[in-house]
């Protein structure tokens, strides 16, 4: 079995890299990845080594690029977590997510078509649905819910989860689709708000929390989400679409004062900000079908997620500090400064 995963540079796809060489450790992984900003060569060094680990850097919108690979590679499956994926920048710059997270699912697409690819998974993300408001505790995004996206990050899921229904549709691919909720835990960029606020925690900078923090998240250890995604790869319905998610609803506001606590720091560090540009307020993943069909749920709860994520951060200063040193912070200026 050889599996081409996509986007296994960054903060997910190296997680899932990292759980399927334990899981499955007589599969032959390839990894593709452009190593943007967000990805990091230095997450993979564990497997580098590993004859049966193999990197390449390479875009996966470069259709002439991804023919040559795959012709070379034959893999049997495609999982693709290459993405933009950070909201605040598609906000600043929408055409790279277009580029990559549409133009490029259509490019991997047509090629797994064109090697037949035995299964394509496609990693997708709640944000499709939308956003749930505060006063309906009772609602949650199920499969069926349609989409109804509010940036251009979530918006350039949506089009290529479409890309991806059009495919098995019309041409037969064996195609499955994963929304998983928002994840926590090693390998994290800073940008993202759970490193983010562990990093200025450590550094005793203000935190900037946008709006009142009341936005809620669905929570879910990064390690249940590859775990999920294993799943749906061996047990899932071709052609279907799988919500992955753990009843974990936290406001961001809590989050941040949790950190601050098992850090023992002072509130006082929290700094609001004016709120994101079309913020969705709630995000709440019903997971029943991935549980009732494949027998999936979370095995870590976040009272013990959290503080082994922070553990891992303080252990491990020197990845997140390379990356808050260098170019990150002109962004982190752009965004944070005057707000
Ligand atoms: P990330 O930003 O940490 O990593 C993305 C990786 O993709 C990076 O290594 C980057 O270099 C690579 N990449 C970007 N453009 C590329 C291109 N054109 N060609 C090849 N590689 C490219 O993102 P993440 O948080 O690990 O998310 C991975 C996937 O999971 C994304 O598809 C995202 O939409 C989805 N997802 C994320 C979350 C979350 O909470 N982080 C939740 C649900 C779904």
Same mark, same amino acid.
């Given at each position: 079995?050889?599996?081409?995963?996509?986007?296994?540079?960054?903060? =997910?796809?190296?997680?899932? =890299?990292?759980?399927?060489?334990?899981?499955?450790?007589?599969?032959?992984?390839?990894?593709?990845?452009?190593?943007?900003?967000?990805?990091?060569?230095?997450?993979?060094?564990?497997?580098?080594?590993?004859?049966?680990?193999?990197?390449?850097?390479?875009?996966?919108?470069?259709?002439?690029?991804?023919?040559?690979?795959?012709?070379?590679?034959?893999?049997?499956?495609?999982?693709?977590?290459?993405?933009?994926?950070?909201?605040?920048?598609?906000?600043?710059?929408?055409?790279?997510?277009?580029?990559?997270?549409?133009?490029?699912?259509?490019?991997?697409?047509?090629?797994?078509?064109?090697?037949?690819?035995?299964?394509?998974?496609?990693?997708?993300?709640?944000?499709?649905?939308?956003?749930?408001?505060?006063?309906?505790?009772?609602?949650?995004?199920?499969?069926?819910?349609?989409?109804?996206?509010?940036?251009?990050?979530?918006?350039?899921?949506?089009?290529?989860?479409?890309?991806?229904?059009?495919?098995?549709?019309?041409?037969?691919?064996?195609?499955?689709?994963?929304?998983?909720?928002?994840?926590?835990?090693?390998?994290?960029?800073?940008?993202?708000?759970?490193?983010?606020?562990?990093?200025?925690?450590?550094?005793?900078?203000?935190?900037?929390?946008?709006?009142?923090?009341?936005?809620?998240?669905?929570?879910?250890?990064?390690?249940?989400?590859?775990?999920?995604?294993?799943?749906?790869?061996?047990?899932?319905?071709?052609?279907?679409?799988?919500?992955?998610?753990?009843?974990?609803?936290?406001?961001?506001?809590?989050?941040?004062?949790?950190?601050?606590?098992?850090?023992?720091?002072?509130?006082?560090?929290?700094?609001?900000?004016?709120?994101?540009?079309?913020?969705?307020?709630?995000?709440?993943?019903?997971?029943?079908?991935?549980?009732?069909?494949?027998?999936?749920?979370?095995?870590?709860?976040?009272?013990?997620?959290?503080?082994?994520?922070?553990?891992?951060?303080?252990?491990?200063?020197?990845?997140?500090?390379?990356?808050?040193?260098?170019?990150?912070?002109?962004?982190?200026?752009?965004?944070?400064?005057?707000?």
């Amino acid at each position: 079995m050889k599996m081409l995963i996509t986007g296994g540079a960054g903060f =997910i796809g190296s997680n899932f =890299i990292f759980y399927m060489r334990k899981a499955h450790p007589d599969y032959d992984l390839v990894c593709i990845d452009k190593l943007t900003y967000a990805g990091n060569l230095e997450t993979l060094a564990s497997v580098m080594d590993d004859p049966k680990f193999h990197f390449i850097r390479a875009d996966i919108a470069d259709r002439s690029e991804m023919d040559r690979i795959f012709a070379e590679e034959k893999p049997d499956v495609v999982v693709n977590f290459a993405a933009e994926s950070h909201v605040d920048r598609s906000i600043e710059n929408p055409a790279v997510f277009l580029e990559t997270n549409v133009m490029g699912t259509q490019v991997l697409l047509d090629v797994s078509r064109k090697y037949g690819v035995a299964r394509y998974h496609q990693v997708s993300t709640d944000e499709v649905y939308g956003d749930l408001p505060l006063d309906r505790p009772d609602l949650f995004f199920t499969e069926e819910t349609p989409l109804h996206t509010s940036s251009p990050y979530s918006a350039s899921k949506a089009s290529a989860d479409l890309l991806c229904n059009a495919y098995h549709r019309t041409y037969g691919m064996p195609i499955t689709i994963s929304r998983c909720s928002n994840n926590y835990g090693p390998y994290q960029f800073p940008e993202k708000l759970i490193p983010l606020m562990i990093a200025n925690t450590l550094a005793d900078k203000p935190l900037p929390v946008y709006g009142e923090g009341l936005n809620v998240r669905d929570w879910l250890y990064v390690e249940d989400h590859c775990a999920a995604i294993d799943l749906i790869l061996e047990k899932g319905r071709v052609g279907q679409v799988y919500n992955i998610g753990g009843h974990n609803e936290m406001r961001n506001i809590d989050i941040v004062k949790i950190i601050l606590k098992a850090l023992d720091k002072p509130e006082s560090l929290i700094t609001y900000v004016t709120d994101r540009k079309g913020h969705d307020m709630r995000y709440a993943i019903d997971p029943a079908k991935i549980h009732r069909e494949l027998g999936w749920l979370p095995a870590t709860k976040f009272a013990d997620g959290i503080p082994k994520t922070i553990r891992w951060y303080l252990d491990n200063r020197s990845w997140w500090e390379n990356i808050i040193n260098g170019e990150y912070q002109n962004y982190y200026e752009r965004m944070y400064a005057n707000r």
